[in-house]
């Protein structure tokens, strides 16, 4: 089993930029992608970005590129997401996620943490 745990979320202005750290425990060998998933109140849970193993894929939603940035320190068993120009429509659960598999896009995490929560206020 994977534990993961998330930390960093808080308010913050439109404008401002944020900085989400997972930590992931247990069988952390096991795993090879990463991922950050949102769900805003009354919507589905959304894909934001995923980073392989080896940071040497990545892949984010339109919705935030050019403004997140998914890292990942595998020495650490960390994974980040920086987060600039936030926008009031960003705000949500951020939930930190990983795989043994490679990130695909129709792969659904097996290991999920309990989320933080992020606002942004305009």
């Known amino acids: 089993q994977v534990q993961l745990v998330e930390s960093g979320g808080t308010l913050v202005q439109a404008g401002g930029s944020l900085r989400l750290s997972c930590a992931a425990s247990?069988?952390?060998?096991?795993?090879?992608?990463m991922y950050w998933f949102r769900q805003a109140p009354g919507k589905e849970r959304e894909f934001v970005a995923a980073?392989?193993?080896?940071?040497?894929?990545?892949d984010y939603a339109n919705s935030v590129k050019g403004r997140f940035t998914i890292s990942r320190d595998n020495a650490k068993n960390t994974v980040s997401l920086q987060m600039n120009s936030l926008r009031p429509e960003d705000t949500a659960v951020y939930y930190c996620a990983a795989d043994p598999r490679n990130y695909g896009g129709s792969i659904i995490p097996r290991y999920w943490g309990q989320g933080t929560q992020v606002t942004v206020s305009s």
């Open positions: 247990g069988r952390t060998f096991s795993i090879s992608a």
């Open positions: 980073i392989n193993r080896s940071n040497s894929g990545s």
